[in-house]
């Protein structure tokens, strides 16, 4: 496609259930980054695939949260026994190479609003 | 560890007035520099960057930023403000041995006719 798509576009989930969002990434680019803008915060850094791998992880909030991605594309977060303070706007963004001398623009996608009651 | 501040969380002018956003960083080493802009009701987008070269940087809709390495700044600047140009302004600095995005909390223009 011609930008980065998530789903689903809100979500609204009862404490303690498990929830999924979904990134596709721009055709072609390698790197793929997920984000958390909590109200009246700035984004917050969760996790960073080059291709298929992980090689930062470093800002997921606890182990409720895990991420994946398969066929250098699509990735999803899941966030088991949802929490009210997950409650958050989820970026995903994605860049042509990740890793290198080289830094690639970060492309962002329109995000998933997450609401835990 | 790394972080972005952005001085004004809140910034109301009025048509035609002259804009200037700061950002100031904390990293001693090489950085790449980014401003990005989230209009009402939709994502984030590429507003201009810094990589290398020229510190003064031209981006969309008559925005530019300069780096001041000795101040660890990258403030934005637009001569003559519109009122589409209301929006969210967020500063990002991603580090030359990392790939993550820093951000700053974020700058709220409002532009009135």
């Known amino acids: 496609g011609a930008g980065v798509s998530q789903s689903p576009s809100n979500k609204v989930t009862e404490k303690g259930k498990d929830v999924e969002l979904r990134c596709d990434p721009i055709?072609?680019?390698?790197?793929l980054y997920w984000y958390r803008q909590r109200l009246g915060q700035g984004l917050e850094f969760l996790i960073y695939f080059q291709g298929n791998s992980a090689p930062d992880k470093s800002g997921l909030p606890s182990d409720r949260f895990s991420a994946e991605r398969t066929g250098e594309s699509v990735s999803t977060l899941t966030i088991q026994r949802t929490q009210q303070e997950d409650s958050a706007v989820y970026l995903c963004a994605s860049s042509f190479q990740g890793a290198g001398s080289t830094r690639e623009t970060q492309y962002f996608g329109p995000g998933t609003r997450l609401l835990v009651l | 560890a790394q972080s972005v501040s952005q001085h004004n969380h809140h910034v109301i002018l009025s048509e035609a007035a002259s804009l200037e956003l700061g950002c100031n960083y904390s990293y001693g080493g090489t950085v790449n520099l980014f401003w990005y802009v989230q209009y009402p009701g939709q994502h984030l987008q590429l507003l201009l960057k810094y990589f290398s070269g020229d510190p003064l940087v031209k981006g969309i809709k008559g925005f530019e930023a300069e780096f001041i390495k000795s101040k660890f700044s990258f403030n934005l600047r637009k001569p003559s403000v519109q009122w589409s140009d209301t929006a969210e302004y967020f500063c990002a600095v991603i580090a030359y041995n990392t790939d993550k995005l820093i951000f700053g909390t974020g700058t709220r223009l409002q532009v009135f006719p």
């Open positions: 055709s072609g680019h390698t790197a």
